[in-house]
């Protein structure tokens, strides 16, 4: 089978692997696994700095994907059945592979009365709720998204969806900004056209948002920006995937406003993404419009290239592996 290999920044192939194989028995402590065929898969921010290289983790066989939809072709558990299609997350994103073996817990039941695209944005959706549910009640209050890419506009989609008053989505390039009203933003900002503090304020009529969130994270992180568009004692919440070390971070500009600020990571398989897979498929949120690019996996580099860069409005860019069945 293959898998992928970023055997240098930049670049990625696909190279021969073995197929895996279950023990008759799970592990100790595991209720069962599954071996996971993917067939509909997307990019995400955080597989980039693997693309990229990095030295914060190892770079190792199978990096990186790890929103995917596809079959059980083997099972050792009780949960699943062999033939069941799930959405499935891999562990530290090791998804790039024709088949591996994952914890059956780490799978949900899929959407049906939706285009498949559609129902795999549960798992970066699921990410988004379990962010906002450290956050207060979101009714009638006023919030930025700093940061308009795949999770910024997931971001403007829940916060509309649970009652936020207005939502400035805020980014550097004006493609992705023409994105934002179709997902819940009530207003736009392009900070490179503009002073976004100031923009903000006169959308919010001389006021700065009640709470800021930061949908950018790893080497192109907006904290400082996020700070300055707090307001006293106003909420920060932090999604973006942080770089380990930030240089010229102005913490005590924020300490000064008395500002609390949330993070988030690793939400719950048993709540999250299958209440997102639940807004996906009543119709709650419409993520349609985020899916902007197809690319067959063969194409993988290319796929990678164009995500990278922002190109061409690319916004959730999907990679179908061939064992994808034609619809």
């Not at 996971?36 to 914060?56: A, R, V």
């Not at 939809?69 to 799930?86: D, L, S």
């Not at 409005?313 to 061939?322: Q, Y």
Request: net charge negative; charged share 20%; glycine share 8%.
């Amino acid at each position: 089978m293959l898998a992928g290999d970023m055997y240098a920044p930049g670049k990625i192939r696909l190279i021969e692997q073995p197929e895996p194989t279950l023990n008759a028995s799970p592990p100790d402590g595991v209720s069962g696994q599954i071996i996971f065929q993917p067939e509909t898969t997307c990019l995400c921010g955080s597989d980039l700095p693997y693309f990229n290289g990095w030295n914060e983790w190892p770079i190792e066989t199978a990096h990186s994907l790890h929103e995917m939809i596809g079959t059980v072709t083997a099972t050792n558990g009780k949960r699943w059945k062999v033939g069941e299609r799930v959405l499935a997350v891999p562990v530290m994103q090791q998804g790039l592979a024709e088949r591996f073996i994952l914890d059956e817990n780490r799978a949900i039941t899929i959407a049906t009365n939706v285009p498949e695209e559609e129902a795999l944005m549960a798992q970066p959706l699921g990410t988004a709720i379990f962010a906002l549910k450290k956050l207060p009640n979101l009714l009638d209050l006023d919030v930025a998204v700093v940061g308009q890419g795949p999770m910024g506009q997931l971001m403007n989609a829940s916060l509309a969806n649970m009652g936020a008053r207005h939502i400035i989505g805020i980014d550097l390039l004006e493609d992705r900004l023409k994105v934002s009203p179709k997902m819940g933003a009530t207003a736009t900002v392009c900070n490179s056209q503009e002073d976004p503090v100031a923009a903000v304020k006169k959308i919010l009529n001389g006021n700065l948002p009640d709470i800021v969130i930061e949908c950018v994270g790893h080497a192109d992180q907006q904290m400082n920006l996020c700070f300055d568009l707090c307001k006293q004692k106003g909420e920060l919440l932090c999604f973006g995937v942080p770089p380990q070390i930030i240089d010229g971070l102005r913490w005590r500009d924020l300490f000064y406003k008395n500002v609390t600020v949330h993070t988030s990571v690793n939400p719950d398989f048993r709540l999250d993404f299958p209440l997102a897979m639940q807004w996906i498929a009543e119709g709650r949120i419409n993520v349609a419009p985020i899916i902007t690019h197809r690319f067959p996996l063969a194409q993988l580099q290319e796929a990678f290239e164009l995500f990278r860069d922002r190109r061409d409005g690319a916004i959730k860019v999907i990679v179908e592996f061939p064992s994808k069945k034609p619809s």
